[in-house]
């Protein structure tokens, strides 16, 4: 090891092990000497030491009972937001299992994956990060319009600043953090597949990467300088969103002003992503669902609950033009794949929107008791953290093996490689959001508190990158 990594890595063991200590010590002193009933309601009482409540926002404890909160949301949260997250991220992390068969020993059976039915379930998992863009989209319009800030608020640039603050503040410790320790870390990830890869593949220079562009990471800038140079390579999703949320105002304020400005201006730009398809991590090319989830945000506040009539013959037309299109379309026609490829991204954004607004309206039945259920919640929660932690966890789990990686099947990489390595992401996602996310999140709600006194009682549009993060402590909400 050089002298560079072995100083690094001394810098981080004695920076986490006395946290570690301290961890364990503050969330005893939390259970023990304060009654868990009245726990979280004293953290918010103005009488309360503002020592005594910094040290509680690193309370394991504490965290883990924001996290694991099972309690049924308040009126008029979109709930099937939580179990999307989390099949999505399923789906992110399954899809980017089966990456590392690219240097496969046998490379003839991953032909199948071509199989039609077997592309729309596992190989199109790109669009499960449409999914997300979609989600964000959808809620920073909804906490938006649902509280319609009164125009003086709209026009005072203290508003936009803090959207862009509190943002800032809530995504980058989680992901800075992560970025060091994998820089750290990886390294020690050694195994057949590692031992396989090429020395300039993006796996093998991962860790050099993030020591040299590290700052693109924290300026949400890294999509634009290449893969090659890219620290970290799933973060260019955490770079397109935020580029895109920086966007969002200009949408939110046509929307406030008028409906028909901004779904024109919606509109029109969808349009320009046809021109740019060819760059993946691009915001221009990622923008549609993001525009739409804008839209149906907009939609679902309008609404406020109100169920329009709608026809079920309009329903069944609906079907039947997708099953028939399903079967009769030749997948291997270029114009069905160039087809796809510019409309597939819409037409996937549109369809989960309407189960998104059917299940919000009470039309999905005995679905939308499924989607909607409180234990969806926690996990929907961890959906940040665990899409921080999976490329981690799929080098790992790869280079547990001891020879080759060999592929056999769909179905056996699904089972041996993509189960094990969501739930092994959704471990460390918990660990990892009580130590950094619900702490960081806790502290920004109290600088910000401190700094802006009207923050404690004004409504700000705020969304996360894979969706809302609302930690609930007693009766107020962070």
Known sequence: MSKLNRSVLGLVLAAFVPFQFFLPSNSFLAYHYTPPPLFTELLYQNRMMMAIRLLLTFSFYANANSLLDTREPKEGTIRSLASIRFISMTWVAAGHSLLPYVSSDALLPVLSLWNPLLATTFTNAFLSVDTFFLLSGILVAYLFFKVRPPSKVVKNPLTWIMFYVHRYLRLTPPIMMFIGFYTVMSPFLKGPWMAAKPRNSLDANA????????????????????????????????????????????????????????????????????????????????????????????????????????????????????????????????????????????????????????????????????????????????????????????????????RPTHYVSIWQSYVYRAIPIVVLSYIMAFIWSCLFEVSTTKLEKMLLEGLIPETRTHVRPIVSTTGELRIQEGKREV
């Open 207 to 402: 860790a050099q990467a993030c020591q040299k562009y590290w700052w693109q990471n924290m300026l949400y800038i890294n999509n634009f300088f290449g893969m090659r140079n890219e620290c970290y390579p799933i973060t260019w999703y955490l770079a397109v969103d935020t580029q895109l949320y920086v966007s969002a105002p200009l949408f939110l304020i046509s929307f406030y002003i008028s409906p028909i400005i901004g779904k024109f201006l919606s509109a029109e730009l969808e349009s320009i992503h046809f021109f740019f398809d060819i760059f993946y991590q691009k915001p221009w090319t990622r923008c549609p669902p993001y525009l739409i989830g804008i839209g149906v945000g907009y939609l679902l506040a309008k609404l406020k609950g109100r169920k329009p009539k709608i026809s079920w013959v309009g329903d069944l037309i609906h079907i039947s033009l997708r099953s028939v299109t399903y079967i009769l379309l030749n997948y291997s026609s270029k114009f069905v794949r160039a087809t796809y490829n510019n409309f597939s991204r819409i037409g996937w954004s549109l369809a989960v929107s309407w189960v998104i607004v059917a299940n919000h309206l009470g039309w999905g039945g005995p679905i939308a008791r499924f989607m909607d259920h409180p234990l969806w919640q926690p996990l929907g929660r961890l959906s940040y953290c665990a899409y921080i932690v999976h490329f981690f966890i799929i080098q790992y789990v790869f280079n547990l093996d001891d």
